[in-house]
T-cell receptor, first 115, second 114 residues
Framework: DTAVSQTPKYLVTQMGNDKSIKCEQN?????MYWYKQDSKKFLKIMFS???????INETVPNRFSPKSPDKAHLNLHINSLELGDSAVYFC??????????????FGEGSRLTVL | GDSVTQMEGPVTLSEEAFLTINCTYT??????LFWYVQYPGEGLQLLLK?????DKGSNKGFEATYRKETTSFHLEKGSVQVSDSAVYFC?????????????FGRGTQLTVWP
């Protein structure tokens, strides 16, 4: 069983469309994250949820909206997609806030291409 | 602010060569330090960590020592293999951080040739 799973793995869409990426973890962790990795491999945190409560909300356009229906799921919805949204989006989870142990468990990533 | 600076890649080595990837940090207080590795097509995974000064983290033949005096956490391996080809990320966090934020460096691409 994959510990942190994301779907879809690849997503190709047109500018202006709305899309969602789903994430599920079966590790029993209480904290989940979304990271964005650009073409130069730079990794930037977008959001973090702890026990379904939003605790990190970086300077991200409000076209991006996370939703955590329960502790095991964190979905990312993106409205009005733009070319600059093309990237690999990683979901991650940790037990407690990552500052405590520093250990995040990452999914395999969802590569979004906006044409 | 708090940040991590890694040597720019790409780094290309022959098998069995010695590897060093430099990492320095800027932080108030005493962070915990980490190296993460990202193999092609995969997510990041924790490689090793050190939580206080002079600690040495080690795993899979890789080592890094937390040097407070030079604010560094350089990654080393005595003899690299083709399977070590990946992107390596240095990171820091603060114990007890209320936000749980992990700061990543920009990553260093390593390619090992047979």
């Amino acid at each position: 069983d994959t510990a942190v799973s994301q779907t879809p793995k690849y997503l190709v869409t047109q500018m202006g469309n709305d899309k969602s990426i789903k994430c599920e973890q079966n590790l029993g962790h209480d904290t989940m994250y979304w990271y964005k990795q650009d073409s130069k491999k730079f990794l930037k945190i977008m959001f973090s949820y702890n026990n379904k409560e939003l605790i990190i909300n970086e300077t991200v356009p409000n076209r991006f909206s996370p939703k955590s229906p329960d502790k095991a799921h964190l979905n990312l919805h993106i409205n009005s997609l733009e070319l600059g949204d093309s990237a690999v989006y990683f979901c991650a989870s940790s037990q407690g806030l990552s500052g405590a142990s520093g250990e995040l468990f990452f999914g395999e990533g969802s590569r979004l291409t906006v044409l | 602010g708090d940040s991590v600076t890694q040597m720019e890649g790409p780094v290309t080595l022959s098998e069995e060569a010695f590897l060093t990837i430099n990492c320095t940090y800027t932080a108030t207080g005493y962070p915990s330090l980490f190296w993460y590795v990202q193999y092609p097509g995969e997510g990041l995974q924790l490689l090793l960590k050190a939580t206080k000064a002079d600690d040495k983290g080690s795993n899979k033949g890789f080592e890094a020592t937390y040097r407070k005096e030079t604010t560094s956490f350089h990654l080393e391996k005595g003899s690299v293999q083709v399977s070590d080809s990946a992107v390596y990320f240095c990171a820091l966090s603060f114990r007890g951080s209320t936000l749980g934020r992990l700061y990543f460096g920009r990553g260093t691409q390593l390619t090992v040739w047979p």
